[in-house]
């Protein structure tokens, strides 16, 4: 388990079906204005238990074969949210995604604390060169978490970031893994 400066806030692996669950009931139980403000289609997410099945299948599969890998977030002992990677290729690059379910948790700071901890240990898991995030360019608050997490802006473009987004502009960071960069 990954600790950070403040006990309460750690990250861990997902590690079974309810973790899946978790991550999957936050999206289908979201309104479609809060996933609209962060880029996603509600028309395109998948019904429930295909996409429970699918996430299972890929925590099973070697790091090199993964779809995604996700680090869920535990507040106090309970999870609340959770990181994770796409577009991995190991040793090299991927793309971070960062979801904290619990409205009433936001805007303290503790994103930004769970997301720095994520980045930290998905560069050393997956020896990183370097980590992209890409979020909606209309969605503030991860706009502002990544400049606060040490990654820098590179450009804007229009894009459809994955297959449960809409078209959108989105602005690109990276944070680069000095430790893997000199390996
Ligand atoms: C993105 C997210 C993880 C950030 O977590 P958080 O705990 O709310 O963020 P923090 O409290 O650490 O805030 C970090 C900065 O963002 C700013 N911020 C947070 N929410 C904001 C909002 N809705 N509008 C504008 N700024 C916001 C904070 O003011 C803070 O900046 P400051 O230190 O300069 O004041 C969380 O808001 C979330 O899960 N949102 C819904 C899902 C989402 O949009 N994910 C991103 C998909 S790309």
Redesign the pocket.
């Known amino acids: 388990m990954g600790e950070t400066a403040d006990p309460r806030i750690q990250i861990r692996p997902f590690a079974d079906r309810r973790d899946c669950e978790r991550m999957v009931d936050y999206f289908l139980n979201a309104d479609k204005a809060f996933l609209e403000?962060?880029?996603v289609d509600p028309g395109k997410l998948p019904p429930r238990r295909e996409w429970i099945e699918s996430a299972l299948l890929d925590l099973e599969r070697p790091a090199h074969e993964k779809d995604r890998y996700y680090l869920a977030w535990i507040y106090d002992g309970t999870p609340v949210?959770h990181a994770s990677i796409n577009r991995i290729k190991v040793g090299e690059e991927a793309f971070i995604?960062?979801?904290?379910w619990v409205k009433d948790?936001?805007?303290?700071?503790?994103?930004?604390?769970f997301?720095a901890a994520s980045a930290v240990e998905f560069m050393r898991a997956f020896r990183l060169k370097r980590l992209f995030c890409e979020?909606?360019a209309e969605?503030?608050?991860?706009n502002?978490?990544v400049l606060?997490a040490g990654f820098r802006f590179v450009k804007r473009y229009r894009t459809t970031p994955g297959p449960l987004n809409f078209e959108q502009d989105v602005n690109q960071y990276v944070r680069e893994n000095p430790e893997a960069l000199a390996g």
Request: net charge positive; hydrophobic share 35%; proline share 11%.
């Open positions: 403000g962060m880029g949210g995604h960062l979801h904290l948790l936001r805007k303290a700071g503790l994103g930004t604390q997301f979020p909606y969605n503030p608050a991860p502002r978490v606060k």
